[in-house]
C-alpha cells in the first residue's frame, strides 16, 4: 500500500476527557506516542489532515464544551493551518462537512487513529469504507476501555481492541501500526 497527497490523516477525539471518571480503564498507554509520531510525519509531509473532536451534547459529559475535558490532549492541538471538525455522534462524517472537505482536497485514502478504538474510531472508519474511502486504521495509535457486559462481569480494553481491530480488517479497513504507516510514506516525506 502506498500513501501519498490524496491521503488525509484524521485524529478522531484525542481529548483530556477520558481521564475524568466515570471513564473505567483503558488500554495501550503508547497511543499518545504513536499518534504524535503520526502527526509529525505528516505536518513535515504537509499531507492533509483533520482533526476530529466530540462535542458531547449528553449533560454531565467529560467531552462537552466547556469542561476541561473537551481540551485536545498536549500535543493534539490543531496548529493555525489544520482544519478541525467537531462531531456529537459517534461518526466523524454524521452532521459535519468532513466528507465534503475530503472530496475538495481529492482525498482518496484515509488514516484514522485516537480514541475510542471500538466507538468512534471504528464507527467512522465503517462509514468512510460506506463512502468509497479506502481506509486505514492505525491500530497501535488508537485505545479503548473496559467495558462492562451485560452480566456485570467486565470484558478489558485489550479483549475489545483485538476483536474491533479484527472486525475492521476483515471487511472495513487495513490495520497497520505506526511504524507500518509511516514506512510507506513517499520517501521524500520520511528523509
Given amino acids: 500500500m502506498n500513501l501519498d497527497v490524496r491521503t488525509a490523516l484524521i485524529p478522531i477525539d484525542v481529548q483530556q476527557g477520558?481521564?475524568?471518571p466515570p471513564w473505567p480503564p483503558r488500554n495501550n498507554p503508547a497511543m499518545e506516542a504513536n499518534g504524535l509520531r503520526l502527526l509529525d510525519a505528516w505536518r513535515r509531509a504537509r499531507l492533509p489532515l483533520i482533526h476530529v473532536r466530540h462535542d458531547s451534547v449528553v449533560p454531565g459529559s467529560t467531552l462537552a464544551p466547556g469542561h476541561p475535558g473537551n481540551a485536545h490532549r498536549p500535543g493534539f492541538v490543531p496548529l493555525e493551518d489544520e482544519a478541525l471538525v467537531t462531531k456529537s455522534v459517534n461518526?466523524?462524517?454524521?452532521?459535519?462537512?468532513?466528507?465534503?472537505?475530503?472530496?475538495?482536497?481529492?482525498?482518496?485514502?484515509?488514516?484514522?487513529?485516537?480514541?475510542?478504538?471500538?466507538?468512534?474510531?471504528?464507527?467512522?472508519?465503517?462509514?468512510?469504507?460506506?463512502?468509497?474511502?479506502?481506509?486505514?486504521?492505525?491500530?497501535?495509535?488508537?485505545?479503548?476501555?473496559?467495558?462492562?457486559?451485560?452480566?456485570?462481569?467486565?470484558?478489558?480494553?485489550?479483549?475489545?481492541?483485538?476483536?474491533?481491530?479484527?472486525?475492521?480488517?476483515?471487511?472495513?479497513?487495513?490495520?497497520?501500526?505506526?511504524?507500518?504507516?509511516?514506512?510507506?510514506?513517499?520517501?521524500?516525506?520520511?528523509?
Fill in 91 to 191: 461518526a466523524a462524517f454524521i452532521g459535519t462537512d468532513l466528507d465534503l472537505r475530503l472530496r475538495r482536497l481529492g482525498v482518496d485514502t484515509v488514516v484514522l487513529f485516537g480514541i475510542s478504538t471500538d466507538m468512534c474510531v471504528s464507527t467512522t472508519a465503517r462509514v468512510a469504507a460506506n463512502l468509497g474511502y479506502r481506509t486505514v486504521v492505525v491500530g497501535d495509535a488508537c485505545a479503548c476501555f473496559d467495558l462492562a457486559d451485560a452480566d456485570g462481569s467486565v470484558i478489558p480494553a485489550d479483549q475489545i481492541q483485538r476483536a474491533h481491530l479484527a472486525t475492521l480488517r476483515a471487511e472495513f479497513a487495513t490495520v497497520m501500526d505506526t511504524d507500518e504507516v509511516i514506512g510507506v510514506l513517499p520517501e521524500w516525506i520520511t528523509t
Fill in 18 to 20: 477520558f481521564d475524568f
